[in-house]
């Protein structure tokens, strides 16, 4: 067990009792159906790229958990021909005299399911939004997912905060710091730490967030691609097995240019261009565009064998 998941265990157990005292309010909770719109994107601090995400499989554990998936996906028979993924949406924003940070649109978080669709119904699988539910607190709102105790309340908010089961995808959007705009959780995770089992993103990545370069509503596909078993495009490097989806090139390391869609970048073959344009590699919104056809298959089975 890693130091770090020793200590957010270790936070949980001594913060347990405090759980249930924590202040969260219900109001205001607009349904989908309502003609009143939450107030308009504000930040606090405006933020530009270039961004990361939290996402990270533990290395002792990789080869275990491929080795697993190898030999269980040999002979296994995805039976949907079109995967369906209920998706439940939990905002959480601050609210600052008078006026609610990351309290984001109803409207945009139709739009950001119909961006999903786009990408994934290519490769069989759907999203379909079954709830919305609000709150404001200033203990989930501005936190960084890549310290200890950024992991901790991103822990803690998800076990308070879910609905459905293993094949519902947990969806919460608040205000994230330090350039780090998400996490998605790993399919293989979910018997051993269902209450984790999620996604957070940063507010402003949604279509027409307020986050410069990283608001097409991409941020959510990169992190629903680490939800159903994909890794970065970068993972390993240049050798060994990489992301153990054939069809994507090996990348050293991500890409990250500010602003810019590095077509044409070659870190690992002078013969063998980079997969900037994937959307499991750190570019710019703009430059992402596409899943392979192997990592379609991968997310298909992988939702089949941990999810399904």
């Known amino acids: 067990m890693s130091p770090n998941r020793i200590l957010v265990l270790l936070a949980l157990i ?23 719109q939450p107030p308009p994107f504000i930040a606090l601090t405006p933020k530009v790229g270039p961004s990361h995400c939290a996402s990270a499989v533990d290395q002792k554990k990789k080869s275990a958990i491929e080795d697993h998936i190898t030999n269980s996906t040999a002979d296994l028979i995805v039976k949907e021909s079109t995967i369906t ?12 005299k008078g006026t609610y940070f990351g309290n984001i649109a109803s409207a945009s978080i139709t739009s950001q399911i119909g961006v999903l669709n ?18 404001y607190t200033n203990r989930y709102y501005n936190f960084d997912l890549s310290t200890v105790y950024g992991e901790y309340l991103s822990q803690e908010l998800k076990a308070k905060f879910r609905y459905g089961n ?15 705009i998400g996490k998605g959780t790993f399919p293989w995770d979910v018997k051993t730490d269902p209450l984790i089992d999620g996604v957070v993103i940063d507010y402003g990545t949604v279509p027409n967030g307020y986050f410069a370069n990283y608001n097409q509503g991409k941020n959510l596909v990169h992190e629903v691609g680490h939800w159903l078993g994909l890794y970065h495009t970068f993972e390993g490097g240049c050798s060994g097995s990489g992301d153990y989806v054939s069809d994507t090139p090996a ?8 602003g810019l869609c590095p077509i044409g970048r070659k870190t690992c073959s002078s013969k063998i261009l980079d997969p900037v344009q994937n959307f499991m590699d750190y570019s710019t919104d703009p430059c992402k565009t596409q899943f392979t056809a192997g990592q379609g298959a991968r997310m298909r089975s992988l939702w089949t064998l941990y999810r399904a």
Request: no cysteine; aromatic share 16%; hydrophobic share 40%.
């Open 14 to 36: 001594l913060n347990i009792s405090l759980i249930s005292s924590i202040p969260i309010s219900t109001s205001p909770q607009p349904t989908l159906a309502s003609s009143s």
């Open 85 to 96: 993924v209920e998706v439940y949406w939990w905002v959480f924003s601050y609210l600052s």
């Open 118 to 135: 786009k990408f994934y119904s290519v490769h069989g699988i759907q999203f379909k939004l079954i709830g919305v539910k609000r709150y």
């Open 166 to 180: 293993k094949k519902t995808l947990n969806v919460y959007s608040t205000y994230l710091a330090n350039g780090v």
């Open 251 to 258: 990348e050293k390391y991500a890409a990250l240019e500010s």
